[in-house]
């Protein structure tokens, strides 16, 4: 059938209020619909009179008719095509009514507006009436008078759509002569000739799962818009509206329909929130494309009453966003959730939200302010060590699910002791908790700049410095907390040191001060950037620039700590050390605990992991190109594995990565470390790691660990 077909009989295509608004565009559809009608009236009149072209499906089911009303169908699939086709007939119309095209204007007219004496209210002019997010701009260009200027209305993707197509019309149609055959052309190829495969449900027939098979097409449905169509689907008819409007109405506000990354994908963050609601709902882990089927399970098993069900999504939804929207204000002091929300987020991971939704539900009531506050602090502490530690970060996700079900099953009194527990006993690579002497051994050799992403530093520093303003344990000071994701990270000792700070120093020497200057000890944060000049300048001058201009405590520690001496490698050190106590104060674990508890027989089996078994295993691939990482990146250094497991660096084979990175170094090197897959930043630790985990063991420590690298 044509769209003459479709729209000639009075009748009423109404598109539910819970499909997702009006999204075509011009570049992805507008124009390629148009080119379409092009073509194919090029080739009805060049070889082909009978030529069609197909548009695609619709679905619809029959609605209630009321009594003398018009027919009404409700648009199941198809709407974006259905409405686009409106635009497009309706531009078509006012562009021949404009040139004094009367007949050809009447015979579009029944297309896009019922008869008056067939309308009962306002909204029964329009054939096809929109989701309620587009109507008012849907009835505005719809309505526009013939020849008014588009600036008139409000600019909706509606209107622009309207626009182009009548720029386009208008221009096809030029002002020759020909133009009203033209026209005549136009609309009898658009009516007759563009074809629409329609499917019709009467009242009865499961609209919901002919919707699911079709929505593939055309532009793809994020898993908010599926899962509102279904529990929409599932409510009489007479509360969709006003369910709507209470508890849906907000998920199609910007800030939910933003795009968020999680992990390496980007969702919608409404689509984002139901997955982590579902699974802190559930207890089971599963991947984000399976939202939906997920869902539909849990409705049909568990909460089987939508109407009591909407009302628990959009409280939970409220304080999801109050909690993320409260974590992004800078200034002030946040809540206890808020500031755990900031700083798992500057770590880079969202795999907490599901607990912390969990933790929020109406069934948890009766857990105390005092043990939330544990289970946060224990949380965050796990989540800050490991990332310290480098720990894989791996299997989080079902670390958190399988701590939120331990959790649920104990009385409320007991929760926040058995959160500490679980995260204490647990050995594995994936879910251990680094104790003190691990954390002290990586953060204390890591060359942190390089190491730690910036936003990971600037929170450590931010953390640091509250502790030293009194936030947020309570002893408050005069000031308040430091402004949280503004400050940059600033070396006391400058990258550039060799202008400045020239010291008569062996090469060596020289090594040794390039590693140390990106140790934790040789950083800070400034609140205010420092310009170059200052930046690279000598000790002194930073010195005076700090006490003079800066008020972040933890830099005045660092001055007097330095004394009379000045800053130097030492300095650097002595500070570190105390950077490093700091932190493990701030995020601490329980007393005697030991992070790794794999008996020595593990640990002996992790150690003996070495490449040619990961070659072996498929890990790493013989011939596999190796080049210098991250500070390391050395011009024109470049390794091979081969298949034995050995590392050839110039044509000479090397048994231990350790071997092959002193041979181009000429000194002690973590070679796991120092090699990095090429075209990556893989390095080879990190792939050793990721082996370790996957078959259940922990990572190995790492060999020939020269005291400029940790791991």
């Given at each position: 059938?044509?769209?003459?077909?479709?729209?000639?009989?009075?009748?009423?295509?109404?598109?539910?209020?819970?499909?997702?608004?009006?999204?075509?565009?011009?570049?992805?559809?507008?124009?390629?619909?148009?080119?379409?009608?092009?073509?194919?009236?090029?080739?009805?009149?060049?070889?082909?009179?009978?030529?069609?072209?197909?548009?695609?499906?619709?679905?619809?089911?029959?609605?209630?008719?009321?009594?003398?009303?018009?027919?009404?169908?409700?648009?199941?699939?198809?709407?974006?095509?259905?409405?686009?086709?409106?635009?497009?007939?309706?531009?078509?119309?006012?562009?021949?009514?404009?040139?004094?095209?009367?007949?050809?204007?009447?015979?579009?007219?029944?297309?896009?507006?019922?008869?008056?004496?067939?309308?009962?209210?306002?909204?029964?002019?329009?054939?096809?009436?929109?989701?309620?997010?587009?109507?008012?701009?849907?009835?505005?260009?719809?309505?526009?008078?013939?020849?008014?200027?588009?600036?008139?209305?409000?600019?909706?993707?509606?209107?622009?759509?309207?626009?182009?197509?009548?720029?386009?019309?208008?221009?096809?149609?030029?002002?020759?002569?020909?133009?009203?055959?033209?026209?005549?052309?136009?609309?009898n190829t658009v009516m007759t000739r563009l074809?629409?495969?329609?499917?019709?449900?009467?009242?009865?027939?499961?609209?919901?799962?002919?919707?699911?098979?079709?929505?593939?097409?055309?532009?793809?449905?994020?898993?908010?818009?599926?899962?509102?169509?279904?529990?929409?689907?599932?409510?009489?008819?007479?509360?969709?509206?006003?369910?709507?409007?209470?508890?849906?109405?907000?998920?199609?506000?910007?800030?939910?329909?933003?795009?968020?990354?999680?992990?390496?994908?980007?969702?919608?963050?409404?689509?984002?929130?139901?997955?982590?609601?579902?699974?802190?709902?559930?207890?089971?882990?599963?991947?984000?494309?399976?939202?939906?089927?997920?869902?539909?399970?849990?409705?049909?098993?568990?909460?089987?009453?939508?109407?009591?069900?909407?009302?628990?999504?959009?409280?939970?939804?409220?304080?999801?966003r109050s909690v993320i929207e409260g974590s992004?204000?800078?200034?002030?002091?946040?809540?206890?959730?808020?500031?755990?929300?900031?700083?798992?987020?500057?770590?880079?991971?969202?795999?907490?939200?599901?607990?912390?939704?969990?933790?929020?539900?109406?069934?948890?009531?009766?857990?105390?302010?005092?043990?939330?506050?544990?289970?946060?602090?224990?949380?965050?502490?796990?989540?800050?060590?490991?990332?310290?530690?480098?720990?894989?970060?791996?299997?989080?996700?079902?670390?958190?699910?399988?701590?939120?079900?331990?959790?649920?099953?104990?009385?409320?009194?007991?929760?926040?002791?058995?959160?500490?527990?679980?995260?204490?006993?647990?050995?594995?690579?994936?879910?251990?908790?680094?104790?003190?002497?691990?954390?002290?051994?990586?953060?204390?050799?890591?060359?942190?700049?390089?190491?730690?992403?910036?936003?990971?530093?600037?929170?450590?520093?931010?953390?640091?410095?509250?502790?030293?303003?009194?936030?947020?344990?309570?002893?408050?000071?005069?000031?308040?907390?430091?402004?949280?994701?503004?400050?940059?990270?600033?070396?006391?000792?400058?990258?550039?040191?060799?202008?400045?700070?020239?010291?008569?120093?062996?090469?060596?020497?020289?090594?040794?001060?390039?590693?140390?200057?990106?140790?934790?000890?040789?950083?800070?944060?400034?609140?205010?950037?420092?310009?170059?000049?200052?930046?690279?300048?000598?000790?002194?001058?930073?010195?005076?620039?700090?006490?003079?201009?800066?008020?972040?405590?933890?830099?005045?520690?660092?001055?007097?700590?330095?004394?009379?001496?000045?800053?130097?490698?030492?300095?650097?050190?002595?500070?570190?050390?105390?950077?490093?106590?700091?932190?493990?104060?701030?995020?601490?674990?329980?007393?005697?605990?030991?992070?790794?508890?794999?008996?020595?027989?593990?640990?002996?089996?992790?150690?003996?992991?070495?490449?040619?078994?990961?070659?072996?295993?498929?890990?790493?691939?013989?011939?596999?190109?190796?080049?210098?990482?991250?500070?390391?990146?050395?011009?024109?250094?470049?390794?091979?594995?081969?298949?034995?497991?050995?590392?050839?660096?110039?044509?000479?084979?090397?048994?231990?990565?350790?071997?092959?990175?002193?041979?181009?170094?000429?000194?002690?090197?973590?070679?796991?470390?120092?090699?990095?897959?090429?075209?990556?930043?893989?390095?080879?630790?990190?792939?050793?790691?990721?082996?370790?985990?996957?078959?259940?063991?922990?990572?190995?420590?790492?060999?020939?660990?020269?005291?400029?690298?940790?791991?």
């Open positions: 059938m044509g769209p003459r077909d479709v729209f000639y009989r009075p009748t009423r295509l109404v598109v539910p209020l819970f499909q997702r608004p009006y999204v075509w565009s011009q570049e992805l559809q507008w124009q390629p619909l148009w080119e379409d009608i092009v073509r194919l009236i090029e080739v009805i009149e060049s070889h082909d009179p009978r030529a069609t072209h197909f548009l695609g499906a619709i679905v619809t089911q029959q609605g209630p008719a009321s009594l003398g009303g018009l027919p009404t169908w409700n648009v199941i699939d198809g709407q974006q095509r259905l409405t686009t086709l409106q635009l497009f007939l309706d531009a078509m119309h006012s562009s021949f009514d404009y040139r004094g095209f009367t007949s050809l204007a009447q015979r579009v007219l029944p297309l896009i507006e019922n008869a008056e004496h067939e309308r009962s209210k306002d909204e029964d002019r329009y054939k096809v009436w929109p989701t309620n997010r587009d109507r008012e701009g849907f009835a505005a260009v719809m309505s526009l008078p013939v020849g008014a200027n588009y600036g008139d209305i409000p600019r909706t993707r509606m209107r622009d759509a309207r626009e182009f197509f009548s720029a386009v019309i208008g221009e096809w149609l030029g002002r020759g002569d020909d133009a009203e055959g033209r026209a005549a052309t136009l609309a074809e629409i495969a329609s499917i019709t449900l009467d009242a009865n027939e499961d609209a919901q799962a002919i919707f699911e098979t079709l929505n593939a097409r055309g532009t793809p449905l994020s898993a908010a818009d599926l899962t509102k169509n279904f529990v929409f689907q599932q409510l009489p008819e007479e509360e969709t509206e006003a369910a709507y409007r209470q508890y849906w109405a907000d998920f199609e506000t910007s800030w939910w329909e933003e795009s968020v990354t999680s992990g390496r994908v980007r969702n919608t963050r409404s689509s984002l929130f139901l997955w982590q609601w579902l699974v802190a709902r559930t207890l089971n882990d599963f991947p984000i494309r399976e939202v939906f089927t997920q869902f539909k399970h849990y409705v049909s098993t568990t909460a089987k009453d939508i109407g009591s069900l909407l009302p628990q999504i959009k409280r939970a939804a409220d304080r999801y992004s204000n800078p200034v002030g002091e946040l809540s206890r959730v808020e500031l755990f929300s900031y700083r798992v987020d500057a770590l880079g991971t969202d795999v907490a939200r599901p607990l912390i939704i969990w933790l929020d539900e109406p069934e948890q009531a009766g857990i105390s302010e005092v043990d939330r506050t544990r289970i946060l602090e224990t949380l965050e502490s796990w989540f800050v060590r490991r990332a310290l530690a480098k720990a894989p970060s791996q299997g989080s996700n079902r670390t958190i699910v399988d701590l939120t079900r331990h959790a649920s099953a104990q009385a409320p009194e007991r929760v926040a002791q058995a959160v500490i527990d679980f995260l204490a006993s647990s050995g594995a690579a994936t879910a251990y908790w680094p104790d003190d002497a691990e954390v002290r051994s990586v953060v204390s050799e890591a060359r942190a700049y390089r190491v730690y992403r910036q936003s990971i530093q600037r929170m450590v520093f931010e953390a640091l410095e509250d502790v030293k303003r009194g936030y947020p344990d309570g002893r408050r000071f005069a000031m308040g907390p430091i402004v949280r994701g503004k400050a940059t990270i600033e070396h006391l000792m400058p990258q550039k040191w060799r202008k400045s700070w020239f010291a008569e120093l062996s090469d060596d020497e020289q090594a040794m001060r390039d590693h140390r200057i990106q140790q934790l000890g040789n950083l800070t944060i400034v609140t205010q950037s420092l310009n170059t000049r200052v930046s690279n300048g000598p000790w002194e001058q930073k010195r005076d620039h700090f006490l003079r201009s800066d008020d972040v405590l933890i830099t005045k520690d660092a001055i007097d700590l330095a004394g009379e001496t000045g800053w130097d490698e030492g300095a650097i050190e002595r500070r570190t050390a105390q950077l490093v106590d700091q932190i493990l104060a701030v995020w601490p674990v329980p007393e005697g605990h030991i992070g790794r508890t794999e008996t020595t027989a593990q640990s002996s089996s992790s150690n003996a992991v070495g490449l040619a078994q990961l070659v072996d295993a498929g890990w790493l691939e013989a011939g596999a190109r190796l080049v210098p990482g991250g500070s390391y990146l050395t011009e024109g250094v470049e390794a091979t594995i081969v298949q034995d497991g050995r590392i050839h660096v110039g044509g000479i084979p090397h048994d231990t990565p350790s071997g092959a990175g002193r041979a181009v170094l000429g000194h002690g090197v973590n070679g796991w470390w120092y090699w990095a897959l090429a075209g990556t930043e893989r390095r080879l630790s990190h792939v050793r790691d990721e082996y370790l985990a996957s078959v259940g063991d922990a990572p190995a420590d790492a060999e020939d660990e020269f005291e400029g690298d940790g791991r």
